[in-house]
């Protein structure tokens, strides 16, 4: 399922949706090589992908260890991986930033992360294969984004097939029970270096339970309703 676009227009302009994508490209780039070259993207995903088994105690730690759960966020296995994340990071995350201000947005995207990876390490406790991408992350955005704006449109590709506009709450319960479909399907997923679906479902569910923790309920307000706030309260709210 490839989201296109959604019809939600933003009110304040997502820095750090923009930010976090420039970011992942740039690492892409940078630390990876943009896949280019095999054995940079093997020893990049190794170094600063996160291993369950190392975090767990389950092996010996060789390279970041626990600092790794931060750094895999920011790692990718291929052109499809991250085209595919910054995809939906920008289709959903721009919003969900716009319910809770940058910064919030920020702290409220790690979290999510942290929490995907920790429900992918639950269970596959003593893999040695390390974990990237910022699908995690990207899954509790989703989560948010089903409480907060479950009737804006979505514009989707779920191939072969062009959904013009979907609601957004039909897209993500049908990509979550196609996540938990998945999981229960090929329990060894993840630990056979497939997708670590537990990771999304950790996510998704992590956004589900942490959006009215982070949201401002005036932003949401004022975007539900179409309406502005003032000039001075919202750049108050916006950090």
Partial sequence: MIPLNDENPTELTPWMTVLLIATNFFLWFYVQGAGADF?????????????????????????????????????????????????FLWTFGNNIEDSMGHVRFLVFYLVCGLAATFAHIGFSPASELPMVGASGAISGIMGAYILLYPHAKV??????????????????????????????????????????????????????????????PRLVAAKRAGVQLPRDEAARLQW
């Avoid at 790794?68 to 499809?80: C, E, P, Q």
């Avoid at 196609?178 to 999981?183: P, V």
């Fill in 39 to 87: 054995q940079q993207l093997e020893a990049s995903v190794v170094v600063f992908g996160a291993q369950p088994c190392e975090i767990t105690g389950a092996c010996r730690v060789t390279d970041l260890g626990w600092s790794a759960l931060l750094t895999s966020m920011f790692m990718h296995g291929g052109w499809g991986h991250i085209l595919g994340n910054m995809l």
């Fill in 155 to 216: 514009r989707t590709f779920f191939p072969p097939i062009f959904f013009p506009r979907i609601r957004a709450v039909y897209f993500l319960l049908l990509w979550f029970v196609l996540q938990l479909w998945q999981a229960f399907e090929t329990p060894g997923m993840g630990e056979e270096g497939g997708v670590a679906v537990w990771a999304h479902i950790g996510g998704f569910v992590a956004g589900l339970l942490l959006i009215k923790v982070f949201d401002r």
